[in-house]
């Protein structure tokens, strides 16, 4: 469906509202699950508008619009309990309420015993309504739940035609739990060979709302059998085996069970499915991912009661890569060390962008994933009522629209009134690699970088030539790096020997090749110190604490025997940063190599460019300005007899902060991610009581 505008949206809406609800009452019990059915259609529509929208003002402003508009109080009713009205479970009593209904059809619907007349209607006719499908499925579960059903279950086959529609809108997940419906015994049997695959006790893990637990060790049991490795295919096809067996995996762990399923935010939610399916695959991938078991809650939580005091935490991400649930356990940890009091705990909860819901002048959330603080599982739910924001760090979002989202998602919270960590305005300096050469030039003298040219676009092959041939006349080493202007991680950074005239003319076609999307910065190779003869480079992190910029931790990264480029992207590989500076390849000038340790005062110098560069960075800004946390990329250089760090790059939104270590060389490092930017966290709640 095209976009509309809100107001087209509106009327979208009040057309969709069944006319039956609105003209006279149902004839029975069917044509009632056929309007509670169609309004559940419609909740999924609106439910997935801040998706499709990309904007998390959406709900309130179409809900503000429908206050104001000359509707009849049915209509109306309706619209505004469907844009920022209750749960699913709640439609059915909606139903029954307003058209004056006795409250045995809710019952029926919401408790399954209305499973009988709504499966002898459907083997009847068909199943060729979509408004049907929903009721079908959520009697269906409670009927299979309760004991006493079971046996009725056993002897009879349900036999049910399908109507291609139907088909299309439930997938081959549901014509798959049709098949087993026809002969409930194969139901019991795949409950035994499922439960002697995994060990579980399904009765008791269902009892604490963990299908999504089952579903999870499920997948793990079959990825096995994989020898592939890559993620991205073994997601895909995680997500597609949860798909098709979803239906059957549910029913058959039901079966007898006493315990109710929420369809609507289990089986029936793509995100619920693929949610488990990814934490499935990168437990697989990464057998050494720190935390507990992830838990994809069915029931909502209400925030009091999970965390009833303290500072609320809000790491904002748009995709879970690189481990971000990983993050979120190793912040909780560094919070919990840090615990002051009751009023200045700090409760981490990393949060979906668009599952924010703003309001006015306010910030919602409605749904998040967090350390559960009894439990000590991660668990991600909705919040009923949402949860109150205190804080804001933005971080894990999509490589191809980093800026774009940054500055949108940093508008959404400043414009509310909260602070955060890196706002875009200041993340900008870093983000532009040219801003960040001007800021930390013209700070200190101490802060050594690379030098480079910058190309704009549009720039003519003949002045690439030009500038690069006498660029190259002044380095020693006679080998450069191409980089896009804006951009992480080494995505799209090339290293040139540029000696050779083929190599050279490769070098300007790969400038022109960048110039197409963004402005280019050529540099000249820096680092001449490695870790066993292995291209190294540092990531440290350093983060404001209220007074002072200090260094959270680090990691480094190594390249392969191939490359001179360290990231991951170019087949590089992450080592703790403490066992890296024990091991440092030192090249003497007459072409001998000796290893050794970085020494105290060259560890305080690199310590201290860190710390320069966090203020550098933030010059002639507020500190409510101030990018607060970000990610150094260094390489070191031995001058003399003595190591001296040379500055790379700045991130904004720096990754990879599952592997931070204190930096300490000689010793392993305790994991810290953000302690010293909670300190001022608390010292900023502090000074607004």
């Given at each position: 469906?095209?976009?509309?505008?809100?107001?087209?949206?509106?009327?979208?809406?009040i057309?969709?509202?069944?006319?039956?609800?609105?003209?006279?009452?149902?004839?029975?019990?069917?044509d009632?699950?056929?309007?509670v059915?169609?309004?559940?259609?419609?909740?999924?529509?609106?439910?997935?508008?801040?998706?499709?929208?990309?904007?998390?003002?959406?709900?309130?402003?179409?809900f503000?619009?429908?206050?104001?508009?000359?509707?009849?109080p049915?209509?109306?009713?309706i619209?505004?309990t469907?844009?920022?009205?209750?749960?699913?479970?709640?439609?059915?009593?909606?139903?029954?309420?307003?058209?004056?209904?006795?409250?045995?059809?809710?019952?029926?619907?919401?408790?399954?015993?209305?499973?009988?007349?709504?499966?002898?209607?459907?083997?009847?006719?068909?199943?060729?309504?979509?408004?049907?499908?929903?009721p079908?499925?959520?009697?269906?579960y409670?009927?299979?739940?309760?004991?006493?059903?079971?046996?009725?279950?056993?002897?009879?086959?349900?036999r049910i035609?399908?109507?291609?529609?139907?088909e299309?809108?439930?997938?081959?997940?549901?014509?798959?739990?049709?098949?087993?419906?026809e002969?409930?015994?194969?139901?019991?049997?795949?409950?035994?060979?499922?439960?002697?695959?995994?060990?579980?006790?399904?009765?008791?893990?269902?009892?604490?709302n963990?299908?999504?637990?089952?579903?999870n060790?499920?997948?793990?049991?079959?990825?096995?059998?994989?020898?592939?490795?890559?993620?991205?295919?073994?997601?895909?096809?995680?997500?597609?085996?949860?798909?098709?067996?979803?239906?059957?995996?549910?029913?058959?762990l039901?079966?007898?069970?006493?315990?109710?399923?929420d369809?609507?935010?289990?089986?029936?939610?793509?995100?619920?499915?693929?949610?488990?399916?990814?934490?499935?695959?990168?437990?697989?991938?990464?057998?050494?991912?720190?935390?507990?078991?992830?838990?994809?809650?069915?029931?909502?939580?209400?925030?009091?009661?999970?965390?009833?005091?303290?500072?609320?935490?809000i790491?904002?991400?748009?995709?879970?890569?690189?481990?971000?649930?990983?993050?979120?356990?190793?912040?909780?940890?560094?919070?919990?060390?840090l615990?002051?009091?009751?009023?200045?705990?700090?409760?981490?909860?990393?949060?979906?962008?668009?599952?924010?819901e703003?309001?006015?002048?306010?910030?919602?959330?409605?749904?998040?994933?967090?350390?559960?603080?009894?439990?000590?599982?991660?668990?991600?739910?909705?919040?009923t009522?949402?949860?109150?924001?205190?804080?804001?760090i933005?971080?894990?979002?999509?490589?191809?629209?980093e800026?774009?989202?940054?500055?949108?998602?940093s508008?959404?919270?400043?414009?509310?009134?909260?602070?955060?960590?890196?706002?875009?305005?200041?993340?900008?300096?870093?983000?532009?690699?040219m801003?960040?050469?001007?800021?930390?030039?013209?700070?200190?003298?101490?802060?050594?970088?690379?030098?480079?040219?910058?190309?704009?676009?549009?720039?003519?092959?003949?002045c690439?030539?030009?500038?690069?041939?006498?660029?190259?006349?002044?380095?020693?080493?006679?080998?450069?790096?191409?980089?896009?202007n804006?951009?992480?991680?080494?995505?799209?950074?090339?290293?040139?020997?540029?000696?050779?005239?083929?190599?050279?003319?490769?070098?300007?076609?790969?400038?022109?090749?960048?110039?197409?999307?963004d402005?280019?910065?050529?540099?000249?190779?820096?680092?001449n110190?490695?870790?066993?003869?292995?291209?190294?480079?540092?990531?440290?992190?350093?983060?404001?604490?209220?007074?002072?910029?200090?260094?959270?931790?680090?990691?480094?990264q190594?390249?392969?025997p191939?490359?001179?480029?360290?990231?991951?992207?170019?087949?590089?590989?992450?080592?703790?940063?403490?066992?890296?500076?024990?091991?440092?390849?030192?090249?003497?000038?007459?072409?001998?190599?000796?290893?050794?340790?970085?020494?105290?005062?060259?560890?305080?110098?690199?310590?201290?460019?860190?710390k320069?560069?966090?203020?550098?960075?933030?010059?002639?800004?507020?500190?409510?300005?101030?990018?607060?946390?970000m990610?150094?990329?260094l390489?070191?250089?031995?001058k003399?007899?003595?190591?001296?760090?040379?500055?790379?790059?700045?991130?904004?939104?720096?990754?990879?902060?599952?592997?931070?270590?204190?930096?300490?060389?000689?010793?392993?490092?305790?994991?810290?991610?953000?302690?010293?930017l909670?300190?001022?966290?608390v010292?900023?709640?502090?000074?607004?009581?």
């Open positions: 469906m095209k976009y509309l505008e809100e107001r087209e949206l509106i009327d979208f809406l057309r969709e509202i069944p006319k039956d609800l609105l003209a006279a009452r149902p004839a029975g019990f069917i009632y699950c056929r309007i059915g169609k309004l559940w259609l419609m909740l999924d529509w609106v439910r997935e508008l801040p998706e499709r929208y990309e904007d998390v003002e959406i709900h309130h402003r179409l503000v619009l429908s206050r104001n508009l000359n509707l009849k049915p209509i109306k009713d619209l505004l469907i844009l920022l009205g209750p749960k699913y479970r709640d439609i059915p009593f909606l139903v029954q309420r307003l058209l004056n209904l006795p409250e045995e059809y809710a019952l029926k619907l919401v408790q399954g015993h209305g499973f009988d007349e709504l499966l002898s209607y459907v083997e009847r006719e068909g199943l060729r309504e979509k408004e049907l499908a929903y079908f499925l959520l009697t269906l409670n009927y299979v739940s309760n004991k006493r059903n079971l046996g009725l279950l056993k002897e009879r086959g349900i035609t399908l109507d291609r529609s139907v299309r809108f439930l997938g081959d997940g549901f014509k798959k739990l049709l098949v087993y419906l002969r409930p015994a194969n139901l019991l049997r795949l409950k035994e060979t499922v439960s002697r695959w995994l060990e579980l006790d399904y009765s008791e893990l269902l009892r604490r963990r299908l999504s637990y089952v579903l060790a499920f997948v793990k049991h079959i990825l096995r059998l994989e020898r592939e490795a890559d993620f991205e295919s073994l997601y895909e096809k995680s997500v597609e085996l949860l798909l098709n067996l979803r239906f059957i995996l549910a029913l058959s039901l079966i007898g069970s006493e315990d109710k399923l369809v609507f935010k289990t089986v029936l939610s793509k995100r619920f499915i693929s949610r488990v399916a990814y934490t499935a695959v990168e437990e697989h991938v990464n057998k050494e991912l720190p935390g507990a078991p992830f838990i994809v809650c069915q029931e909502p939580y209400n925030p009091r009661s999970v965390f009833s005091e303290g500072i609320n935490f790491v904002v991400y748009d995709t879970l890569k690189n481990f971000f649930r990983g993050v979120i356990w190793d912040a909780s940890l560094d919070a919990a060390e615990y002051y009091s009751e009023r200045d705990k700090i409760n981490v909860i990393g949060v979906y962008w668009k599952d924010l703003k309001a006015g002048n306010t910030l919602n959330v409605r749904r998040g994933m967090f350390v559960h603080p009894r439990e000590g599982l991660m668990v991600e739910a909705d919040f009522p949402p949860l109150e924001p205190d804080y804001f933005i971080l894990s979002l999509r490589l191809y629209r800026r774009e989202l940054h500055e949108k998602i508008s959404y919270i400043l414009s509310s009134g909260y602070p955060l960590a890196n706002p875009y305005f200041s993340a900008r300096r870093a983000d532009d690699k801003l960040t050469h001007f800021y930390l030039e013209s700070y200190n003298a101490e802060i050594e970088m690379p030098r480079y040219l910058f190309f704009r676009k549009n720039t003519s092959r003949s690439i030539e030009r500038e690069l041939k006498a660029f190259l006349r002044d380095l020693y080493t006679k080998r450069i790096v191409v980089k896009p804006h951009g992480t991680e080494g995505l799209r950074v090339k290293c040139f020997s540029a000696i050779s005239e083929g190599e050279f003319n490769r070098a300007v076609d790969y400038v022109l090749h960048l110039l197409r999307g402005e280019v910065l050529v540099e000249e190779y820096r680092g110190v490695t870790y066993r003869g292995l291209a190294l480079t540092l990531r440290v992190v350093v983060s404001w604490n209220g007074e002072s910029f200090e260094v959270e931790g680090g990691f480094a190594v390249a392969s191939s490359s001179h480029i360290t990231s991951l992207t170019h087949g590089g590989k992450v080592i703790n940063i403490n066992h890296a500076l024990s091991h440092l390849t030192l090249s003497k000038s007459a072409g001998t190599k000796t290893e050794r340790p970085i020494e105290e005062s060259e560890l305080k110098t690199l310590l201290d460019t860190c320069r560069v966090g203020y550098a960075i933030n010059q002639n800004l507020k500190e409510g300005e101030y990018l607060k946390y990610g150094i990329d390489v070191l250089e031995l003399g007899e003595s190591l001296k760090p040379v500055v790379l790059e700045v991130n904004s939104r720096p990754s990879g902060l599952t592997y931070l270590r204190r930096i300490s060389p000689g010793l392993e490092g305790e994991a810290n991610v953000m302690k010293n909670f300190k001022g966290v010292k900023f709640s502090r000074a607004r009581m």
